[in-house]
Nanobody, 128 residues
Framework: QVQLVESGGGLVQAGGSLRLSCAAP????????MGWFRQAPGKEREFVST????????YYADSVKGRFTISRNNAKNAVYLQMNSLKPEDTAVYYC?????????????????????WGQGTLVTVSS
């Protein structure tokens, strides 16, 4: 059962920017870490970025560090991913996820293999 809804994906040229949004209608995740993962064609889903329940701590994959910024607005029950300096290798379906247990760190969520709350994904295509 999908409990998160992503938006903001699309086609962009290399070097461009996109902002992904993730909404959680009907359920509050204000005490849970949230994050973004992606799956490129023919590859396994991989970690992109996670953020603590308060927004004070963030964690990034090395491949996106310095280019992507994760943020959240608990009043709006939303999480965002600002993606700048996009590269063709960033092409993937991007998924939003919520941590399984409350109050964990972004690093704990990033390495946990049994996340259960996901969105349906939004496609990001970066042309060269």
């Amino acid at each position: 059962q999908v409990q998160l809804v992503e938006s903001g994906g699309g086609l962009v040229q290399a070097g461009g920017s996109l902002r992904l949004s993730c909404a959680a209608p009907g359920r509050a995740f204000s005490t849970y870490a949230m994050g973004w993962f992606r799956q490129a064609p023919g590859k396994e889903r991989e970690f992109v970025s996670t953020i603590s329940w308060s927004g004070a701590a963030t964690y990034y994959a090395d491949s996106v560090k310095g280019r992507f910024t994760i943020s959240r607005n608990n009043a709006k029950n939303a999480v965002y991913l600002q993606m700048n300096s996009l590269k063709p290798e960033d092409t993937a379906v991007y998924y939003c996820a919520a941590d399984k247990y409350p109050l964990r760190t972004p690093q704990e969520m990033a390495t946990y293999k049994y996340l259960e709350v996901w969105g349906q994904g939004t496609l990001v295509t970066v042309s060269s």
